[in-house]
């Protein structure tokens, strides 16, 4: 007989956010020493909230790795930027099949002006049974001015 113990957190029920730390492996093509991925996934959120910040400029990706597929049905997103004036893109994309395909859910321009404003989130609505895969991409700014990808929050809901 073949055996594993599940993790109880892993059956959250609906509405109730997914605890990433516990079920998931998080992957990100850079970060910044003093703000690393985890504080996209810890719940110092709003403005001055804890955040992600790339460690070099130009597109970015972080990937959620689910242990076993996940039942998603909202996402939560927050973005802070006090210094640059900029759009930034983000583009969500999830995967059933293990990474081998991606379907993209969601793409969305955050606006920033240092005068004006300074904080964005986006709550978005979906359907995803099985999911084993999140990508979310990250443009810093559309209009191709070298700077940092930033993410206050990554929230993923039941």
């Known amino acids: 007989m073949r055996k594993q113990i599940l993790k109880s957190q892993a059956?959250?029920?609906?509405?109730q956010e997914i605890p990433v730390a516990s079920v998931a492996t998080v992957c990100v093509t850079s970060e910044d020493?003093?703000?690393?991925?985890?504080?996209?996934?810890?719940?110092?959120?709003?403005?001055?909230?804890?955040r992600w910040v790339a460690g070099q400029?130009?597109?970015?990706?972080?990937?959620?790795?689910?242990d076993?597929?996940?039942?998603?049905g909202q996402v939560s997103l927050e973005v802070e930027e006090t210094d640059v004036s900029r759009t930034q893109e983000l583009a969500l994309a999830v995967?059933?099949?293990?990474?081998?395909?991606?379907?993209?859910?969601?793409r969305q321009e955050f606006n920033f002006s240092p005068e004006g404003a300074t904080f964005e989130r986006e709550d978005w609505t979906?359907?995803?049974p099985n999911v084993t895969?999140?990508?979310?991409?990250?443009k810093p700014d559309r209009g191709g001015k070298s700077c940092r990808a930033t993410l206050t929050s990554f929230v993923l809901m039941r």
């Open 11 to 15: 059956f959250a029920q609906d509405g």
């Open 33 to 50: 020493a003093d703000h690393p991925v985890e504080h996209a996934f810890n719940h110092h959120r709003g403005p001055r909230g804890t």
């Open 57 to 66: 400029v130009g597109e970015q990706t972080i990937l959620v790795v689910f």
């Open 68 to 72: 076993t597929p996940q039942a998603i």
């Open 95 to 106: 995967s059933s099949d293990g990474g081998q395909h991606y379907r993209e859910l969601r």
């Open 126 to 128: 979906i359907s995803e």
């Open 133 to 138: 895969h999140v990508r979310l991409a990250i």
